[in-house]
């Protein structure tokens, strides 16, 4: 399996544009995760998706973030209009319910800079 | 509020030396405990999970403990070696398969 996968690994954009942040996860998990991670905060739940169905959407940050998840193999997380405090590295994680181990799958991540 | 604690400070120590990490919380009642290991520039990657009801849990080198009482968890490595340096994350599973992650600890194992 190729394990989790995010697009653009790296994102340099102007303040004021629509930025839009790809995953796909592993095959056969049925919950996504979306985190972000800065050195002051750490690394934060977004929102997670259960069986393409939003279910925790608590940590995102404002009405400029949205997450959708239209089928089970594939994710975004847009952010319109950006701002250079959105500056962060951006994870997508899946995981596999009802095998008692929790375990988080991690993408590679997306570097994101709001400029 | 729920807080999550872990030494800010990097954990410099030598080759074949027992690395100890901490992980302490408040204002958590968590069934389960995760300890992740996230290399630069790379996402976190699972190492263990303990439950509530088990003390210690041991997989090849490494070894966690899980105090309720005192609300903590310690993270051993041992027999060290320089590529165990990396930044070790403990998180704590919350309802609906929710991870909070503490700030993560920076070991540095020097040969």
């Known amino acids: 399996d190729a394990g989790v996968i995010q697009s653009p690994r790296h994102e340099v954009t102007e303040m004021g544009q629509e930025v839009t942040l790809r995953c796909k996860p592993i095959?056969?998990?049925?919950?996504l995760f979306w985190y972000r991670q800065t050195m002051m905060r750490g690394l934060e739940l977004l929102i997670y998706?259960?069986?393409?169905?939003?279910?925790?959407d608590s940590g995102m940050p404002e009405d400029r973030f949205s997450a959708k998840m239209p089928n089970a193999s594939f994710s975004t997380l847009k952010i319109q209009p950006s701002e250079p405090r959105d500056s962060a590295v951006y994870f997508c994680?899946?995981?596999?319910?009802?095998?008692?181990?929790?375990?988080?799958?991690f993408g590679p991540g997306t570097r994101l800079t709001v400029t | 509020s729920q807080k999550i604690e872990q030494n800010s400070e990097a954990l410099n120590i030598q080759e074949g030396k027992t690395a100890t990490l901490t992980c302490n919380y408040t204002?958590?009642?968590?069934?389960?405990l995760q300890w992740y290991r996230q290399d630069p520039g790379r996402g976190p990657v699972f190492l263990l999970l303990?439950?509530?009801?088990?003390k210690e849990k041991r997989k090849e080198r490494l070894k966690v403990t899980f105090d309720t009482t005192l609300k903590q968890s310690l993270f051993h490595i041992t027999a060290s070696q320089p590529a165990d340096s990396a930044t070790y994350l403990c998180?704590?599973?919350?309802?609906?398969?929710?991870?909070?992650f503490g700030g993560g600890t920076r070991l540095m194992v020097k040969p």
């Open positions: 998706f259960n069986n393409n169905v939003p279910i925790d």
């Open positions: 095959s056969g998990h049925d919950y």
């Open positions: 204002n958590y009642s968590p069934a389960y």
């Open positions: 998180a704590l599973l919350n309802a609906g398969n929710m991870l909070t």
């Open positions: 994680a899946s995981s596999l319910g009802g095998t008692g181990s929790y375990e988080q799958y």
């Open positions: 303990i439950r509530e009801n088990e």
